[in-house]
């Protein structure tokens, strides 16, 4: 979750919440690297804290307090108003619905940032980079939906950039550049190329994961949810997008995002290892 206290200038200060989280390490790196003065919520460490939690906190040079103008709810995922997913997932996008909805009663004005898939984090998932030794693909569904893949350095450059846009105030932007749109089956496909190796491809049929999300326990039914809609619906993509919607790519042109193809060439030396999100 991230807080802008003032439009347009340089001047403003960003706060990050989550910032010990997955996202929440780019975001605070994204906002340094735009030259915003940063701060971080951070619940304080305990025993039990993680080493990841205890290097991030040795990691930030500021924490505080500031007065909010702007409200970026943490999704980093679907367009949650538009689309639907099955019963696990549903109820995750309903409770992020009705954190718009509450922000939206109380007249705090927000940006709300329509992410789509975290490319790092589900490249990971679908064809493990990382294990050489890996035969095996799973291809989820025929493969042939389209998703929308932005790597998560440029989803909180984007997220920084419209925290602090006039022309973001109580809109939702989305992210889904023309270079990030591609089928499992073409993403599967380049890698091969990339990697030099050919990948033995294990299908899952959408029964089968229907089937999942039924019986697995929570989260991991959660999770089968996600790829269902994702992979095997394609609802990333599934509506057009009109006059008024914004999109991130368009509306910051300056910005050089990764494409997945160049992702793909940075995973072949060095790829990035996500942890799971928590549910
Ligand atoms: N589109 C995609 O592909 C994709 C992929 C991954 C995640 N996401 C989305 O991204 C968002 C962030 O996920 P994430 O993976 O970064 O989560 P995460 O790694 O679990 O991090 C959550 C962060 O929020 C903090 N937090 C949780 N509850 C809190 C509370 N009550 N008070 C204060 N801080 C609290 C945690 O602090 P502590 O360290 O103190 O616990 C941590 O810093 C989620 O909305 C998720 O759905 C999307």
Redesign the pocket.
């Known amino acids: 979750m991230m807080m802008a206290d003032k439009e347009e200038s340089k001047s403003c200060r960003i706060l990050v919440?989550?910032?010990?989280?997955?996202?929440?390490k780019y975001m605070v790196k994204a906002s340094i690297c735009l030259g915003y003065p940063t701060f971080v919520?951070?619940?304080p460490l305990s025993s039990t804290s993680s080493s990841s939690?205890q290097e991030a906190h040795g990691g930030f040079q500021s924490m505080g307090v500031t007065i909010f103008q702007r409200f970026l709810p943490?999704?980093?995922?679907h367009e949650v108003d538009r689309g639907t997913a099955l019963p696990p997932f549903q109820r995750?996008l309903d409770d992020?619905k009705k954190i718009r909805r509450a922000t939206e009663e109380a007249g705090i004005s927000y940006t709300y940032v329509a992410?789509?898939?975290?490319a790092a984090?589900?490249i990971d998932l679908l064809l493990h980079p990382h294990d050489q030794l890996r035969e095996e693909v799973i291809v989820y569904g025929n493969g042939e939906a389209k998703v929308v893949l932005n790597f998560e350095e440029d989803v909180c450059i984007y997220t920084i950039k419209a925290s602090v846009d006039p022309r973001t105030v109580n809109k939702v932007i989305i992210l889904r550049p023309p270079g990030n749109i591609i089928s499992q089956l073409d993403l599967i496909a380049l890698w091969e190329n990339k990697s030099q190796r050919k990948l033995k491809k294990v299908q899952i049929p959408e029964e089968e994961i229907v089937k999942h999300s039924e019986v697995l326990p929570h989260p991991d039914n959660i999770r089968i949810s996600i790829v269902h809609n994702i992979f095997i619906k394609g609802e990333q993509v599934r509506f057009e997008l009109g006059e008024d919607d914004l999109e991130a790519s368009h509306l910051y042109p300056d910005h050089q995002y990764m494409s997945v193809d160049r992702l793909l060439d940075v995973c072949v030396v060095d790829a990035p290892i996500p942890?799971l999100?928590?549910f």
């Open positions: 919440i989550g910032a010990t989280g997955y996202v929440g919520y951070v619940r939690k943490s999704e980093f995922g995750l992020k992410a789509n898939t975290l984090y589900f942890k999100t928590v």
